[in-house]
Every structure is written in structure tokens, then in C-alpha cells.
Nanobody, 116 residues
């Protein structure tokens, strides 16, 4: 059974930082491209950042320079370091795994709220 378990969300003031973690089990982690997505109320889910199995990264323009995605293959975990947070970053953040370019898995989501 594949599981993606996010943690690290919470309430933070604008300008603050949070680090999200996503622990993955049930797949060979280093064969998965990992991503973070977010969904704010009334909006569609959008890509925030992705890190491939080879370690290449890509970011949404809205978070470039503020967020950093990383992975620890020994711990089967992907991280999202979020700095200089803004109220518009408020959303539910979801971890995603694209496994061997074929299977798509999601976590349950973690709430991030940034107060102004």
C-alpha cells in the first residue's frame, strides 16, 4: 500500500518560514518524481515545486527564490522549505509522487495559513 504522509503545516505570520515534510512508503522512492501542489479555497490545485528522481527541480514563478524543494532518498522523504511567506501562500499543500512515469499518488494534505 502506497502512503504519502505530510507534516509541518501550521499558522505563521507573513515573512515567516515553515518546512513541510512528506514521508513516502510502498514504492521505491528514488524512482519517483516528487512534487508539492497547493489548493486555496475556490482555486484549482496548482503546482508549487517538483524534484525529479535525478534531482532536477522546477518551481512555480510565484515561489521562485522563496521556496526550496529537496529530497532525502535514505529517508524516503521530500521537503519543502518555505521562506518569506505571504498571505497568498495560504492553502492546503499536497505531496505528489509520480512513480516510474506511470502511477500518480497523493497525500492527504496539510494546511498552511499565513496571517498578514
Amino acid at each position: 500500500q502506497v502512503q504519502l504522509v505530510e507534516s509541518g503545516g501550521g499558522l505563521v505570520q507573513a515573512g515567516g518560514s515553515l518546512r513541510l515534510s512528506c514521508a513516502v512508503s510502498g514504492i521505491i522512492f528514488n524512482l519517483a518524481d516528487m512534487g508539492w501542489y497547493r489548493q486555496a479555497p475556490g482555486n484549482e490545485r496548482e503546482l508549487v515545486a517538483v524534484i525529479t528522481s535525478g534531482g532536477s527541480t522546477n518551481y512555480a514563478d510565484s515561489v521562485k527564490g522563496r521556496f526550496t524543494i529537496s529530497r532525502d532518498n535514505a529517508k524516503n522523504t521530500v521537503y519543502l522549505q518555505m521562506n518569506s511567506l505571504k498571505p497568498e501562500d495560504t492553502a492546503v499543500y499536497y505531496c505528489n509522487a509520480k512513480y516510474i512515469k506511470k502511477y500518480n499518488y497523493w497525500g492527504q494534505g496539510t494546511q498552511v495559513t499565513v496571517s498578514s
